[in-house]
Each structure stands twice: as C-alpha cells, then as structure tokens.
C-alpha cells in the first residue's frame, strides 16, 4: 500500500513537499515515481526515482523546481517542489512499477509503466 500525503492550499513561488509512505510491503529495491492529474486533464508523469535514490528523471515543466528523492529505511518517497506556479495545481500520486528497473528512467515515464498507485493529495496552487 502506498499512501501519499502532504499536499494542500499554498501560494505561488512557495514550497511543498510530498511524501509517499508504503506499508505491508518495501519497495525499497523498486524504482518510484510521482504523477499529477490537473483539473480536468489526464494524469501526466512527474518525476521517477531509482530504488538506491541516485539517478532521478524529470518532465521538463518541473525540472529546477521539483526534487524527487527516497528514504528506504523510512520506505517513504517525497517530492520537493519549489517555486510553485499554479499550473502546477493538481491531484499527486505516488506510484511504484513491480517490475524492477534495468533500463533508464525516461523509459518508465508513463501510467502504464507503473503498478502500484497511491490515493493522492491536492495541491492547489494560488496565484
């Protein structure tokens, strides 16, 4: 299970940080990643994490403002995101593929690629 909390109403160029907690299970030898669905529009890849935390792989709208990065011991995965615009407002999801990873980042950038999905948590982003 994979739960993600954190979000919640800021104002723009502010700061949030994401967490994504797993219980039952660790993922910590599993890639991560976290995806967003603004109003209205499908869910879209964020930013992706290899299992040891070392290599990370961003969508371009994010990159410079967004961190993604891991704590295996906590089996949590957070998400750093700086300068909020709010473009940025949406529904953030945290997932994590069951597949282990042996190919780069940029080739789990989709929903398809991922298996295991957590709820959710609203950022809203005001200008």
């Known amino acids: 299970q994979l739960q993600a909390y954190g979000g919640g109403l800021v104002q723009a160029w502010t700061s949030l940080r994401l967490s994504c907690a797993a219980s039952?299970?660790?993922?910590?030898?599993?890639?991560a990643g976290w995806f967003r669905q603004p109003p209205g529009k499908e869910r879209e890849f964020v930013a992706a994490?290899?299992?040891?935390?070392?290599?990370?792989y961003y969508t371009d709208s994010v990159k410079g403002r967004f961190a993604i990065s891991r704590d295996n011991a906590k089996n949590t995965v957070y998400l750093q995101m700086n300068s909020l615009k709010p473009e940025d407002t949406a529904v953030y999801y945290c997932?994590?593929?069951?597949?282990?990873?042996?190919?780069?980042?940029?080739?789990?950038?989709?929903?398809?690629?991922?298996?295991?999905w957590g709820q959710g948590t609203l950022v809203t982003v005001s200008s």
């Open positions: 997932a994590v593929p069951a597949k282990l990873l042996r190919a780069p980042l940029s080739t789990i950038a989709t929903v398809h690629d991922y298996d295991y």
């Open positions: 994490v290899t299992w040891s935390g070392e290599i990370t």
């Open positions: 039952g299970r660790t993922f910590s030898s599993h890639a």
